[in-house]
Nanobody
Framework: QVQLLESGGGLVQPGGSLRLSCAASGSISTINFMGWFRQNPGKERELVAAITRGGVTNYADSVKGRFTISRDNAWMALYLQMNSLKPEDSAVYYC??????????WGKGTPVTVSS
């Protein structure tokens, strides 16, 4: 089992920055992929950014050049630095972890609102 707890969401003006954090606990040594997803009401959850055990990163086209995903080497923490935020970035952001035995875990989410 892996437990995930997000923090860092909130209200920010367009053009501003936020840093999301995800604290992982439990069987973290089995994790080989972590990512950030986001979802708005009535829409599908979408991948924002991901990072593998080997450090390979992947970003949605809409956030490339603005968001940066990072993690600590022990998989105890995952971060998402979000710069130049736009109103369309508003959503609930979820932390995701996948293990070597293909189990998937989700946090409860942290809301981000970009508005003036």
């Amino acid at each position: 089992q892996v437990q995930l707890l997000e923090s860092g969401g909130g209200l920010v003006q367009p053009g501003g920055s936020l840093r999301l954090s995800c604290a992982a606990s439990g069987s973290i040594s089995t994790i080989n992929f972590m990512g950030w997803f986001r979802q708005n009401p009535g829409k599908e959850r979408e991948l924002v950014a991901a990072i593998t055990r080997g450090g390979v990163t992947n970003y949605a086209d809409s956030v490339k050049g603005r968001f940066t995903i990072s993690r600590d080497n022990a998989w105890m923490a995952l971060y998402l630095q979000m710069n130049s935020l736009k109103p369309e970035d508003s959503a609930v952001y979820y932390c995701n972890a996948r293990t070597m035995v293909l189990r998937t875990y989700w946090g409860k989410g942290t809301p981000v609102t970009v508005s003036s």
